[in-house]
């Protein structure tokens, strides 16, 4: 694998257009359901954490995008999204989600009846009392749209600068990588869940050259891997737990500053590798990033 395998990877999913319905956003609002088209990468899985006031705000103002069975899915109403969020952590019973939210039975009972008819969730019976329902996800989640743009850029600069002036094979598909998200961004897309899903399923398929009889060897197989093509240079700072530092990260060091870290894709990789070295599941924390005005990309393994 090298950087242009990655990027055709990443470009075959990114070409996928989806229609996306939203019947179960404007109910009892007197808007008609609207269709609206997305150019968005396709995948599952992945965990945010807001910790600050500004940032649970900035959540608040997302719209939410989930695959179902039925089809794709905005999902912009605060009380729904709650939901799905305690969803997302474990099933969940209708009087614990009353609980949880604080909101009235009825109002929960209204929202639940919509993102059941949407297939965005579904039910089974409680196993020591039927006649109760427990409700889990349905669906997977793709992403999320900002009302407002995350970064401000000049994209013709950026292609200038980048992609027009490069005579180099490995760097064209690394801006050509790099610029396709910063459009997104421009727009208020973040496909950050879908661009680790991605790197779990990279991950999982390269792990088996990767892989050796203890954590030393593993670990320089790991940073071998990441020269040869051309994804950047790892140095494994500690082995218990495992801390890794990205530098000429393929991924991030071109990427206007965006305050967050934004290797999604990396850490995907990372995840699957040492989830398949430590046979249990494992999530990876950046700590560290060039997209924050670090001067290398930090990755902290956790265990379960």
């Known amino acids: 694998m090298n950087l242009q395998d990655v990027t055709n990877i990443l470009f075959v999913r990114i070409r996928t257009s989806i229609v996306v319905k939203d019947p179960i956003l404007f109910k009892g609002s007197g808007k008609s359901e609207r269709i609206i088209r997305y150019e968005l990468l396709y ?22 995008i989930y ?10 109403s605060p009380v729904k999204k709650e939901i799905l969020s305690l969803l997302k952590e474990k099933s ?37 009392d039927r006649r109760k329902k427990i409700f889990y996800l349905n669906s997977r989640y793709l992403g999320d ?25 490995f760097r064209f598909f690394r801006f ?38 203890t ?36 991924e991030c060091e071109d990427l206007p500053p965006l305050g967050r870290p934004a290797c999604s894709f990396d850490s995907g990789i990372l995840e699957a590798v040492f989830s398949a070295y430590m046979g249990e599941n494992v999530s990876v924390e950046e700590t560290k990033c060039y997209a924050q005005s670090d001067q290398y990309c930090q990755f902290h393994v956790n265990h379960g």
């Open 43 to 64: 995948g599952v899985g992945y965990r945010s954490t807001m910790t600050t006031m500004k940032e649970s705000k900035k959540n608040a103002d997302l719209v939410k």
């Open 67 to 76: 695959s179902s069975p039925q089809g794709v899915n905005v999902v912009q």
């Open 92 to 128: 969940r019973s209708g009087s614990d989600i009353v609980s949880a939210t604080g909101k009235s039975k009825s109002t929960i009972s209204v929202h639940l009846q919509d993102l059941m008819d949407a297939e965005i969730i579904s039910w089974k019976s409680h196993p020591q």
């Open 145 to 169: 749209i900002s009302r407002e743009r995350e970064i401000e850029s000049d994209i013709d600069l950026y292609l200038d600068r980048h992609l027009v002036r490069s005579r180099d094979p």
């Open 176 to 213: 050509m990588f790099r610029t396709i998200r910063v459009a997104l961004l421009d727009e208020g897309i973040n496909i950050d869940p879908i661009l680790h899903q991605a790197g779990l399923r990279v991950g999982e398929a390269f792990y088996h050259e990767l892989q050796g009889p």
């Open 215 to 250: 954590m030393d060897k593993f670990a320089k197989n790991l940073a071998d891997f990441w020269e040869e093509n051309h994804l950047g240079r790892l140095e494994i700072k500690s082995l218990e737990p495992p801390i890794i530092q990205a530098y000429d990260c393929f």
